[in-house]
């Protein structure tokens, strides 16, 4: 249960920050008129730069959390020995 309990917040937190970046890129489109040409190049790096970081985040998040895994799994299969 706290397992299945953590994952679910993990998802959830996960989940905010895609919204937070597709509200970004959003805002960015219905804005891209008044912005200058500058301000919206800096908006697309910071947008790619804040994938990037997402994307790395996340799967870094995932190995720890698999390699922890695997840890608990390995050391429960040295108990049964």
Not at 10 to 15: C, E, K, P
Not at 41 to 56: D, K, S
């Amino acid at each position: 249960m706290k397992k299945s309990l953590f994952y679910k917040f993990q998802q959830v937190i996960i989940f905010i920050i895609h919204i937070l970046l597709l509200w970004w890129i959003y805002w960015l489109l219905q804005n891209t008129g008044r912005l200058s040409t500058l301000h919206v190049m800096y908006h697309f790096a910071g947008i790619g730069i804040y994938g990037a970081l997402l994307i790395r985040g996340c799967a870094a998040w995932a190995k720890y959390h698999h390699l922890k895994e695997l840890e608990t799994q390995e050391n429960s299969n040295d108990n049964d020995k």
